[in-house]
């Protein structure tokens, strides 16, 4: 997919065009987690009975909101199962590199968990991550544990701030302001 826009893909049907190479450039990028289990379909959230994969799919096409939203879950799934099984034949070779940028991840991950959608409440036997661990460790890649915390924390402090709080603040930044024992 090239970044930049060809003459016909100016207008109504190049803009359609664009977006469905990007729906299946998110499609071919959750088959390969789904391939390699690092998406899992064995945790369903006790909160929204959604598994990580249904989680993923929620986050990843924004479609939490949509009328029709069990549908068009099922279908992605389908689609992408069958990305995935084409990787398992060998008749297909993947290969996608992401930039991301990290705050506007956060901030989705972060919007997602206030909307219910994306939870942090049951473990996977496949992966031994939680449903949000898992979409981390997608948008992410792999990484320590301290990192994973420290990605937590940072989603939980900007789900604070998306609900009207203040970010939560390491000790360390109040210690020239208030005495240690406060804390």
Do not use: H
């Not at 359609?16 to 499609?27: A, P």
């Not at 099984?85 to 972060?110: F, K, M, N, P, W």
């Not at 979409?135 to 994973?148: A, P, S, T, V």
């Amino acid at each position: 997919m090239s970044d930049t826009l060809e003459p016909q893909d100016i207008g109504p049907e190049g803009e359609n065009k664009r977006e469905s190479e990007i729906e299946e450039l998110k499609k071919k990028r959750i088959a390969i987690a789904y391939y390699y289990r690092q998406i899992s379909e064995d945790n369903p959230s006790d909160e929204n009975g959604y598994t990580a994969f249904d989680q993923l799919i929620l986050y990843e096409f924004d479609i939490a909101n949509e009328e029709d939203l069990y549908d068009q879950v099922e279908e992605l799934k389908d689609d992408i199962v069958f990305i995935a099984q084409s990787l398992d034949e060998g008749t297909e070779d993947i290969v996608i590199e992401c930039i991301i940028d990290e705050e506007e991840v956060l901030l989705r991950i972060a919007k997602g968990t206030l909307e219910g959608y994306i939870t942090d409440d049951t473990v996977s036997r496949w992966t031994g991550l939680t449903s949000m661990e898992q979409i981390i460790l997608y948008e992410f890649g792999d990484m320590e544990i301290d990192r994973m915390v420290e990605i937590k924390k940072r989603l939980k402090s900007i789900a604070l701030n998306l609900r009207g709080g203040s970010i939560m603040r390491n000790r360390d930044d109040f210690e020239d302001f208030l005495p240690l024992d406060i804390f």
